[in-house]
C-alpha cells in the first residue's frame, strides 16, 4: 500500500504527468493483479506458497525498483511495463499467501482467520499510508521516490522471509518428480 499511496505523486510531482496520465499509467498493475489471481491460485494447487509468495514479492520489488530509477524523460511505455511487472508480483505472493494463511488454521476457525487477516491487511495498509505522509514531512519533493526506495526494501524482506520458509520445511514438502523436475503438488508451506 505504501507504494501505490506514493506512486500517484511520484508520476506528477517527479515524473511531470498529468492527473489523466496518472490514472492511466497506474491501470497496469490492478488489471495485471486481476489476470494473476486465478494464475496463481492454480499454481498454489501445485507449489509450496513459499515458494510462489516469495517469486511474488521479489517480483514486485524489481518492478518497483525500477520505477524508482525511472528519470524525468521516462516514456509511458517504460513505466507501464514496470506497473505491470508490480501487478504480476503482487498477483503471484496474494491468492497463495492469502490460501497459506486462511489453509493454517482450523475449519472451525476460519472465520476468525479471515477476521484476522483483514485486520492485518488494514493495519498495513494505514501504516503504509502514515509511512508516506512522514516521508512527504521529512522530504516534500524526494518523499514519493524514498517511499519507493522502502516498498523495495519492504518487498525484498518479505521475499527473503518467504523463501525462508523452504528451509524450514521437510523433505516431504520438497519431494518432486526427477524425471521432470516438477515439485509435487503441496497444499500450502505454513
Do not use: K
Request: charged share 15%; proline share 5%.
Amino acid at each position: 500500500m505504501l507504494s501505490f499511496v506514493a506512486l500517484p505523486f511520484y508520476f506528477e510531482y517527479q515524473l511531470g504527468r498529468s492527473l489523466h496520465e496518472t490514472g492511466l499509467l497506474i491501470t497496469p498493475w490492478p488489471l495485471t493483479v486481476a489476470l494473476m489471481a486465478a494464475l496463481s491460485g492454480r499454481l498454489s494447487d501445485r507449489y509450496p506458497a513459499s515458494i510462489l509468495a516469495g517469486l511474488g514479492l521479489a517480483l514486485l520489488a524489481g518492478g518497483l525498483l525500477g520505477l524508482a530509477l525511472l528519470g524525468r524523460d521516462a516514456g509511458s511505455l517504460d513505466i507501464v511495463w514496470r506497473m505491470a511487472v508490480c501487478g504480476l508480483g503482487f498477483g503471484l505472493f496474494q491468492s497463495p499467501n492469502n490460501r497459506a494463511m486462511i489453509g493454517a488454521t482450523p475449519p472451525e476457525r476460519s472465520g476468525g482467520a479471515s477476521g484476522a487477516q483483514a485486520t492485518t491487511r488494514l493495519l498495513g495498509q494505514t501504516t503504509g499510508t502514515a509511512v508516506v505522509a512522514l516521508l512527504f514531512s521529512m522530504d516534500e519533493t524526494g518523499g514519493a521516490r524514498f517511499a519507493l526506495y522502502v516498498a523495495v526494501g519492504m518487498a525484498t524482506l518479505g521475499a527473503l522471509i518467504s523463501l525462508s520458509r523452504l528451509r524450514d520445511a521437510g523433505p516431504a514438502q520438497h519431494a518432486g518428480d526427477r524425471r521432470t523436475g516438477r515439485l509435487t503438488p503441496v497444499r500450502a508451506l505454513y
